[in-house]
């Protein structure tokens, strides 16, 4: 970027204060909380949590970015800039921590005009962009080679943005919009082919995004949606223009009844606008009215996409009008790679930030963004300052407010808006009050801790400089060309300096504070001694315009620039030394404190470093900054930043590098200033807000004590009745046991008697089907015989027809390849003719043409000499000329269009060989045909086969199965239901248990709260007490000794004069000394009990803060560890369903095949072993106890259920049943 390869000094921008609106592609994320901006003459890397900065400058003499984009891969950053007389299109590489610049795509080979989008392809290889319309052009890059591999014109119905994007899933497709237009094209073999046809009225579309690799969704100026699948319209929705909701935060409700009048008339004047839409996963956002964005979400209905959410932009409570700050054009829209952030940029370089849905489990309908950082500037800035107590600088704008940054934490500090325009700031070196100029007035202003409050005004209209000196206690108002000098500390107007003829554009403060430095319009600068108020020196160019200067640290030498496009050196009254621009004028100048380096602003808003004492050598280095030309520029105290504003409304901060070979500079750490002002109103509010927070906490506590105590007698009554109910379940449930058992039992017999009947009526059965089986097979047999013979005839005669088939097909197709291959080499050769001769005719053609120019030169040589008569001669051969060339175009013409005919006949050759093709096509599939019938009939002798085995194995087992099911399935769906109830009642025990849990627990937590508190004024009170004991004592001594003294003095009462020195050594000693003891003991006793109340706020509130965060740990971890244990309860419950089922299955499966003989032993074995334990009392100790103990009752029925399943398992597989095989 430098100029030249040995450059003095070197500045590096380590923070941007600033957007540029309206670029194409605005905003972007690289990471998930790093985001990428067009700022200034370049782009913005910026981190939102960590707050660092990482600037990308343009290209040379950039005038900002047009559009820009990220590739897929988020490694490639395309930008379009204006720089110059041509358009620039360059690729830069974001893996390194400084951009490095990749690739500048050839300005000739570019279609003529600014490129207002530009798209990555997925694989990031290639580069589309597009031209402004109306006469637009699409353009594909294959940027990594720098070559032009396709273009295509793409005329538009009018003016308006055009918008170019590739299919997420094809590197080959391109999608672009705009003014009446919508269209897809499809690259291949370096041509741009159109894909869709449109239809219907064309529209204005403003913005579009791929939804998937067919669907795009875009937006038209009259708030239409349009969903486009593979190029066909598939849905449409129109959307209403918006009005802001009435309840914002931050509003009142007088304010909102105020603006609803504004709102009314706004919506009648105004029709939705669909500016910016942005895909994501389950939806895309749109912004159809200003200020807001809404999300939809795909839904599985006719409607394709469905309104979920509303966003608004906040207001802006510093303003003066909120109501406008919040209507802005969104011009962008992009989320973040996880879809957790969106960040949008409006038309007045704000950027804002949007937290997703996804961890919420409510979704409010109505939501509002916050400022992505801070809010910034949105015209021009017009004054900049800082001052040496703290790192913070001032700027004023156009846009009628006044910012406080912090140029360490990269953070805004205050900000406020004004019902006028900004002209000028100054800040006083402490940091507390600041100068501001006024289209009125020009206002004192005291920077509070959250405001600014206006302390003082002077009646100066239009005041364009002013600033306080380097001690704070002069301030120099310019008012036309008159400089005011005035007291900072009682506001008198201390001196006037006139002399000026011009408006005064400039002044400057030397170190000690004795002089000040002008310049004006018409060419002078002056050097006022403020001790007699007289001018010292002066330097008077009339020719030059001054705009700025600046004073070395001695205040010797004056730098001045001005519109004479040169940096002045001026000392002793003379120009000692000139710099000249070089097709540039410099706008403002800035000294550093050593007087080493020298800064200069320009008009394109380039910044330029150079060494002192000044050279005609280029020994300069230049830097890409700000997009305008640059307004202010001042140097720190510590000259390690450099301060910079501009036109663009952005504010660079840059760090300062002295290149100086073998200078070792020692940086000094200064220790900056953390004292705050703050209003006494302010703290008065705060007190009395903090004692009603106290008397809110006393009365809370009492009602959280008696509620705490219903609770506890609540709680007691129902874990009594818990109790009661539970052991008459348990017993309920073993009786049902037992009687199930029993049934059981009985059940059993009764099978075993049913299943001999049908083992007997089974074997009968049996013997009849084998009997009818053997016959019916042997007449199968019979028919397969003849059916293989058939089969055997109908191949043979299949192979013949299909060795004759192929026989003539292949001479067929042997004839109709020779006629072909004879034509087309026919054609061939009358094609090379054609060529030949088209190839003459062309050289003859371009023979005639030189031959012609030759013979126009010469003879327009030769014609200068002579007259008129030979002039209108010279017309006529000319003209005979172009009637000449008029018939070889003709010939031309003719031969283009036989070439074309030869084309037509060379395709419908082709069109003929296609359709023989197809006809042999045809005839292969009937021989496949053919084959898959031969097949077919196998495969059903096949499958009759199959069938009548399994006829015969269906019917053994239809007859087994056929009694016990039906009466088996019956008592099984009885048993399951009732089983099944149980267990969900069991559950909503369980989950109401857990409920009193959690109240049990909140309930410890709030009042380990209280106690902690209580504890803490406890202790504040007793140090009050003992503080107030001491006093007392205190005063005690000091009467004791008060009547000691008048004691003694009562002595000489029959001497006045002694008398009288007593009484005064008793007023000397007692009354004007306690007074002032008294009063300053009392002053610095309430400024340690303020002190001292402070802290103890501080530290209550730091131990509250603690102790908060440790109880919603420990709430989670506790929280966590019951639904675990739910989970796992709930999941032994349905392990035990499935193995019931499974036993009940087995136990089914066994009774219907098997006869089973019990005896009444097998009987009492599958009683139950074990008993379940009955709990013991539970006492509410603690809620942890409590919750553990229910958990051990729910695991104890569970084991009992285990039990029972266990032993089912063994009465159904103990040596006591009966096998039959």
Partial sequence: MAEAAAAAAAVLPVAVFGCRPQVAGGVCFLEERVVLHAAGAGCLRLHIDHKWHNFIPGTKKSRGVQALAVSPDRRFLALSEAAGERPVLTVY???????????????????????????????SQLLAAATAPPEGHLACWLWEKQQLVATVRVPAAGDGPCQVSFNPQDNTQVCITGNGYFKL??????????????????????????????EVICGTDTGKLSLFETGDLHWEKSLEYRKPPRKQEGTTEEYESGAAFEDTSLQQHSLPQISAVAAYSKGFACSPSPGVVLLFEKTSEEEAYEERQEVWLPQDLFSTDPKKSSRQDITWICFSPSEEVMVVSTNKNQLYMFTMFSNKLIREKISYFSYMNFPLHSNSITGLDMCTWKPILATCSLDRSVRIWNYKKNTLELCKEYQEEAHTVSLHPTGFFCLVGFSDKLRFISLLYEDMHVFKEFAVKKCRECSFSNGGHLFAIVNGNVIQIYSGITFENV?????????????????????????????????????????????????????????????????????????????????????????????????????????????????????????????????????????????????????????????????????????????????????????????????????????????LQTESEYELRLKDIYCEEKIKSLEENFTQEIDFLKTKHQILQEEKEKQKLQHEVQLSELIEKQAKEVKQLESDSSQKLSMENEKYQELQVKSQKMEEEYEKQLHSLEESKT???????????????????????????????????????????????????ELKDKYEKQLLEEKESNIQLKGEIGVMNKRLNSLQKELKDRNRDIEEMRLEQQKLQDIIKSLEKDILALKTDVKERTETILEKEKYVYELKMKNQELQNFKFVLSYKIEESKKQIESRENDIETMKKQISEMEEELEQFRKESVELKLNITQLQQKQKATAGEVHREMEKRQNMETLIKRFKADLHNCVRFINDSKKMKDGIRELYTKYMHQPDVVEGQAEDTDLQQQYKKQQEYNERNLAVL????????????????????????????????????????????SLESALRLNKSKKAIQDTAPSTELPSGPAVLRLNPEMESEKIIEMQQLEIQYLRDQVQEMGKALNSPGSVSFS
């Avoid at 690739?103 to 694989?123: I, T, W």
């Avoid at 291949?188 to 690799?213: D, F, I, T, V």
């Avoid at 007289?534 to 330097?539: D, K, M, Y």
């Avoid at 060529?835 to 005639?848: D, L, V």
Wanted: charged content about 30%; proline content about 2%.
């Fill in 811 to 861: 001479k067929a197709v042997a004839e109709l390849k020779e006629q072909y291959e004879k034509k087309l080499k026919h054609k061939s050769v009358l094609l090379e003719e054609t060529k030949e001769s088209m190839r003459k005719q062309i050289k003859a053609h371009e023979e005639m043409e030189k031959q012609i120019y030759e013979d126009g030169d010469k003879e327009i040589f």
């Fill in 1105 to 1148: 803060r603690k102790k908060v965060m440790k109880d919603k740990e420990i709430q989670h971890t506790a929280y966590m560890r019951i639904v675990q244990e739910n989970m796992s309860l709930i999941k032994e419950i349905n392990d035990l369903r499935q193995e019931l089922r499974v036993a009940n299955a087995q136990v089914h």
């Fill in 93 to 123: 590489e974001l893996s390194a921590e400084r951009a490095r610049r990749r690739k500048a795509l050839a300005a000739e080979e570019q279609p003529a005009g600014q490129a207002v989008s530009l798209a990555f392809s997925p694989d």
């Fill in 185 to 214: 094209f499809k690259y291949s073999e370096g041509y741009l082919k159109q894909m869709n046809l449109q239809r219907g009225e064309p529209e204005n579309y403003l913005c579009h995004a791929w939804l998937s690799a067919e």
């Fill in 495 to 699: 001196t006037n300096l006139k002399g000026h003829t011009g408006m005064v554009h400039a002044i400057k403060w030397s170190s000690d504070d004795t002089k000040l430095v002008s310049c004006d319009t018409h060419g002078a600068v002056y050097k006022w001694n403020l001790l007699t108020s007289q001018r010292e020196s002066e330097c008077v160019l009339k020719t030059c315009i001054y705009s700025s200067i600046s004073l070395t640290y001695d205040a010797k030498i004056i730098f001045a620039v001005g519109s004479d496009q040169t940096l002045k050196e001026i000392s002793e009254s003379s120009i000692k030394h000139e710099v000249p621009a070089r097709d540039v004028v410099y706008t403002t100048v800035a000294v550093s404190h050593s007087g080493c380096l020298v800064f200069v602003g320009t008009s394109l808003g380039t910044i330029r470093a150079m060494k002192y004492p000044l050279t005609q050598k280029k020994n300069v280095s230049e830097y890409q900054a700000h997009a305008g030309a640059v307004t202010k520029m001042t140097v720190t105290s510590d000259d390690q930043f450099l301060l910079t504003a501009s036109e663009d409304g952005c504010v660079f901060i840059w760090r300062v590098h002295d290149k100086e070979p073998g200078e070792v500079k020692e940086e000094q750490k200064l220790e900056c200033a953390e004292e705050v002002l703050i209003m006494r109103s302010d703290i008065d509010e705060k007190t009395q807000a903090i004692l009603d927070l106290q008397n809110c906490l006393r009365d």
